[in-house]
């Protein structure tokens, strides 16, 4: 008697089952858990010179809340890989929608100005927690992109009339794909106009690097991406000129030691000086110098400066390595991933991740100009590291349901 074939699984059933994907998921608490411990190391002298409130001389400050934020994230990320990710495709307008108005929000009483830059949000117009909505816009653009795209194959192009020169005019747009990316220029406008002018250029650098990736891999022509990226050279030239938040940042990266001892390169001089003391081995665990007031907030964007000259070039390669490993296992998931929205979903989030990383590096050793972004699972921030894990989630979700090979 023949046997009944087997059915394949639902997407609850895929969900309830995973598998979800070990080594990523492996990598990340690895990345998570040494995140930690150097946060504690790079955070605690600060955090006991630090007598204003709500730190008060409190050396466990910021690790008992980055802590608290990653308990917090670990269970979001539980979530994310628990929730069909197909839902996302129906609910990513309205995240779309609540991240713009959330940045529209910073221009109100509701805005927290930090060492002179608006950027964060307090909701409840109290002493509280304050969060960055350009880190929740990163994702929500790469969701409603991933949205639209997922079904670009589907969509039929537009023919307009030949007979009047509107029609023809309207033709050939739609030839060259100038129509299609309409609607994601207007989006990304208007997310990276209200997040420039905060003003936030790295985040903006972030969404637009989230939107290129899932543009790029979904067949976008690569003459768009030459032009644009035209633009955006002239764009930074403008900006270089005009806006002297950016005159100012290029110039300390051109030459930081022409500059005032104290003033803008101080940061990266002794950045380099940590890194330069780290050696080959490091200094060892908690060992550092350059924190005991030295590196400005350590615990922060500088924070690899710290790891450097702690754990040496040695330890810093191996944690490189390590986000080399995930970033790699995020794109293996995304090529196997079942349908393209997933795909896309895939590429866009851990596109972002391996961009912060590169810009993050690239900034403590003086290959790029200082942006501000923090390293992913190291640098403290709640929101931002609340986020990451939930992008994680997300991935997980994708891996849950990557189909079974089938057996002939």
């Not at 129906?90 to 109100?108: C, H």
């Not at 129509?179 to 990304?188: A, D, S």
């Amino acid at each position: 008697m023949a046997r009944k074939a087997k059915r394949d699984l639902t997407v609850d059933e895929q969900l309830a089952r995973g598998p979800l994907d070990l080594p990523f998921l492996m990598l990340v608490l690895f990345l998570l858990g040494i995140g930690l411990v150097m946060l504690f190391s790079a955070s605690y002298y600060t955090a006991f010179r630090d007598s204003k409130p709500p730190v008060s001389n409190n050396p466990y400050y910021y690790i008992i809340r980055q802590a608290a934020f990653a308990a917090a994230g670990l269970g979001g990320m539980y979530a994310a890989s628990r929730f069909d990710y197909g839902y996302l495709r129906l609910l990513s307008p309205f995240f779309l929608g609540i991240s713009i108005v959330l940045l529209v929000l910073i221009y109100t009483p509701l805005g927290v100005e930090i060492n002179g830059v608006t950027r964060w949000l307090n909701l409840f117009l109290v002493a509280g927690p304050t969060f960055q909505p350009s880190e929740i816009a990163k994702v929500t653009v790469v969701l409603y992109f991933s949205s639209r795209l997922a079904l670009r194959d589907k969509e039929h192009k537009r023919r307009f009339t030949k007979r009047t020169r509107w029609g023809r005019t309207m033709n050939f747009f739609e030839k060259i794909g100038f129509l299609e990316l309409v609607p994601y220029g207007v989006t990304l406008v208007a997310v990276l106009g209200l997040i420039i002018f905060e003003p936030h250029v790295s985040g903006a650098m972030l969404v637009t690097v989230g939107a290129a990736a899932v543009l790029f891999v979904s067949g976008i022509s690569l003459w768009w991406f030459t032009g644009l990226g035209g633009a955006a050279a002239g764009l930074l030239f403008i900006l270089y000129h005009t806006v002297g938040y950016v005159h100012r940042k290029i110039t300390i990266w051109l030459d930081p030691w022409s500059v005032d001892p104290q003033g803008g390169g101080y940061q990266f001089r002794q950045g380099i000086y940590s890194i330069a003391s780290g050696g080959l081995l490091g200094r060892g665990l908690g060992n550092s110098n350059q924190k005991y007031g030295f590196v400005p907030e350590p615990e922060n964007d500088m924070i690899f400066s710290i790891v450097v000259e702690e754990l040496g070039l040695v330890g810093a390669c191996l944690i490189l390595l390590l986000f080399a490993l995930l970033i790699l296992r995020g794109y293996w998931i995304a090529l196997h991933a079942r349908d393209k929205f997933g795909m896309l979903t895939a590429v866009g989030i851990i596109t972002l991740l391996a961009a912060q990383v590169f810009l993050n590096v690239g900034v403590i050793t003086g290959l790029i100009p200082n942006t501000g972004i923090s390293l992913p699972f190291f640098s403290y921030g709640g929101t931002a590291l609340v986020i990451q894990l939930g992008e994680m989630g997300i991935i997980l979700s994708i891996s849950r349901q990557i189909p079974a090979p089938r057996k002939d």
